[in-house]
């Protein structure tokens, strides 16, 4: 069975090659459109509705037998819901809100998979994590935006590239916090005779 990442996250295609899995990329193109408050239902949707995406784009390329895996994730702190930033600003407001207390990084993933002549079959679930940072300057805050890294991470940080040196402890799993929980992707997929 073919797998596809519905995604172009370099994060998620190199801990799906972690795990020892074969797949091919093919990114969502669908508009984001979520209309949930609580951040585990809103990944949950998104996930949803890139997986949806891209199985509807592979059957109607007459494509049979594939799984997909639609992934999305966000952080929560103080009841906000932090996405990717908008700009330098929005990453340095960002920064402050998380800086020198805890959040959750929350990424939900649906499996979609087809097999011949049988209609597309569909599992959703999320995951989340506890952060804690260490506090961070001013100073700080905005190396580290210029740095251009947080610019495309939810929550404006990367535990996994310059952002490490700030995070004082996770509570669940790592790979969740770099977007994707892939040892749950792994066991869900084989649970389903996908893998």
């Known amino acids: 069975m073919k797998i596809y990442l519905a995604s172009a996250s370099p994060r998620r295609k190199e801990l799906l090659k972690q795990v020892g899995l074969s797949f091919k990329t093919m990114p969502s193109m669908v508009e984001e459109n979520i209309t ?28 049979e037998d594939f799984a997909v895996i639609g992934a999305d994730t966000v952080v929560s702190c103080w009841g906000e819901i932090l996405g990717k930033p908008a700009g330098r600003e929005d990453a340095v407001r960002m920064l402050r809100q998380l800086q020198g207390g805890g959040h959750q990084v ?52 990367a535990i996994q590239g310059l952002g490490a040196a700030y995070i004082q402890g996770i509570c669940g799993d790592y790979n969740n916090v770099v977007g994707l929980p892939v040892s749950r992707v792994y066991q869900e997929l084989k649970k389903r005779g996908l893998v």
């Open 36 to 63: 949930e408050t609580k951040p585990d239902e809103v990944v949950e949707r998104l996930s949803y509705q890139k997986a949806v995406d891209v199985c509807a784009r592979l059957t109607e390329q007459g494509k």
């Open 106 to 157: 929350y990424t939900g993933v649906t499996l979609a998979w087809k097999y011949k002549g049988l209609s597309a079959m569909y599992a959703t679930f999320s995951e989340s994590t506890d952060v804690t940072m260490y506090p961070m300057t001013e100073e700080e805050i905005c190396r580290y935006v210029d740095s251009g890294e947080p610019m495309d991470k939810a929550g404006a940080y």
